[in-house]
């Protein structure tokens, strides 16, 4: 889906391609195109040499210095367009908006052309005069921060799903804000990637899903998608969007879903030696694949300010905003490296949530008196202390 169907290079061979495919588009007559096939081609045509220049790897992004064997440090996107925390359970197709009461989604109809690589050297003539109305849908989802992703669905009809022998091609998708435009627009079927992005022409067998993203490129356009917008197809159709509300939104409201993103140390600024430790880990035992593991490792103390650690363990369900009810435990009995067996009995229980990506609130009940251990139950607030390296929430 990301990759490149066609490319053309040479002056002589894209003249022509030009040529062909106004002569297929001309035989075929799409009067719904508010531009001619051939300016759309053109556009097209000019759109992939731009694409070839403003997508290209920072120099030494992902390389150790010239001369030496240090690996690459691994790193997290600097031109992120969104939160990685965002999109972490993957693009959500044919689901918009998030909740109901979002803005509703903005989609009209387009009508896309075939595979002009098919118009010469022996290729599909049918493909060739080809095209096809999809419909494509363009919508924001409310992320943490107060920032906003953007997505575009375009949707085949039904009856042609995945058909190899006829079918259209992407389309050239420009954005203005601002003072500012990029053309081509880096789209990615994948969430929280760096380099991929889905080419001009590249061929649209089946109905898919993709996210705006920035070019890894500091030279390039980057832009800002909480601001306002107009996003353009084949210079045919556009879509305008506002700057981004987050009160327009409930899931900008729910907190954050709970996912690897959020595995780090919490702690309050204004106390020392407190603090939590969460996990999230992939449920291996779940046969649904809709589990998680929850886990929260509490280093703090007991009535006479003694180390005392308790461990909270439990089930979330993938999407969940909150975990809820998690059973906590202490040890005892146990021996110092590993020499002996502890005794683990259960303290009582808590909930944890996310507002954002750097805050934690949690709530406990519990009773360790039968050791001298903790006991009281309250809510708290606390801060992240840092970032897992490369793995960046917000």
């Known amino acids: 889906m990301s990759s490149i169907a066609v490319c053309w290079r040479g002056s002589a061979l894209t003249a022509l391609l030009v040529a062909c495919t106004t002569a297929a588009f001309a035989a075929e007559g799409t009067p719904s195109r508010a531009v001619s096939a051939s300016a759309a081609m053109a556009a097209r045509q000019s759109a992939l040499a731009t694409a070839q220049g403003a997508n290209q790897k920072p120099r030494g992004a992902r390389q150790a210095a010239a001369g030496t064997t240090q690996a690459g440090e691994i790193y997290a996107n600097p031109f992120r367009a969104y939160p990685p925390s965002c999109l972490g359970d993957g693009l959500p197709f044919r689901t918009f908006p998030q909740s109901t009461g979002d803005p509703a989604p903005q989609q009209q109809s387009l009508t896309l052309p075939g595979d002009p690589g098919q118009c010469f050297g022996g290729g599909n003539a049918q493909e060739c005069n080809y095209s096809e109305v999809v419909t494509v849908t363009v919508w924001r989802v409310a992320c943490a921060n107060n920032q906003a992703a953007v997505l575009v669905e375009i949707d085949r009809p039904a009856a042609n799903e995945a058909n190899t022998t006829l079918y259209p091609t992407f389309p050239f998708v420009g954005i203005a804000q601002g003072n500012s435009t990029l053309a081509p627009v880096r789209m990615a079927d994948d969430p929280n990637t760096i380099y991929s992005t889905t080419s001009v022409?590249?061929?649209?067998?089946?109905?898919?899903?993709?996210?705006?993203?920035?070019?890894?490129?500091?030279?390039?356009?980057?832009?800002?998608?909480?601001?306002?917008?107009?996003?353009?197809?084949?210079?045919?159709?556009?879509?305008?969007?506002?700057?981004?509300?987050?009160?327009?939104?409930?899931?900008?409201?729910?907190?954050?879903?709970?996912?690897g993103y959020l595995s780090?140390?919490?702690?309050?600024?204004?106390?020392?030696?407190?603090?939590?430790?969460?996990?999230?880990?992939?449920?291996?035992?779940?046969?649904?694949?809709?589990?998680?593991?929850?886990?929260?490792?509490?280093?703090?103390?007991?009535?006479?300010?003694?180390?005392?650690?308790?461990?909270?363990?439990?089930?979330?369900?993938?999407?969940?905003?909150?975990?809820?009810?998690i059973q906590v435990f202490y040890a005892s009995n146990g021996k110092f490296a590993g020499s002996g067996n502890a005794t683990f009995t259960q303290w009582g229980t808590a909930n944890f949530s996310f507002p954002d990506c750097d805050h934690m609130v949690f709530t406990y009940t519990g009773n360790a008196d039968a050791v001298n251990g903790p006991t009281g139950s309250g809510t708290r607030t606390w801060s992240r202390l840092t970032n897992i390296n490369s793995l960046v929430c917000n």
Do not use: C
Not at 212 to 229: C, G, I, P, R, S
């Open 201 to 259: 022409n590249t061929a649209v067998y089946s109905s898919d899903i993709y996210v705006l993203e920035n070019y890894a490129n500091d030279q390039a356009t980057q832009v800002d998608y909480t601001k306002a917008f107009v996003l353009s197809l084949d210079n045919t159709i556009s879509f305008t969007f506002p700057d981004y509300n987050k009160s327009q939104y409930a899931a900008a409201n729910q907190g954050v879903p709970i996912s």
């Open 264 to 325: 780090t140390n919490w702690y309050n600024p204004l106390e020392s030696g407190e603090g939590m430790l969460t996990q999230i880990y992939d449920d291996y035992n779940d046969t649904t694949g809709t589990k998680r593991t929850f886990t929260a490792a509490w280093y703090t103390f007991d009535p006479l300010g003694l180390p005392f650690w308790l461990y909270a363990q439990g089930s979330i369900t993938i999407g969940d905003r909150a975990a809820n009810n």
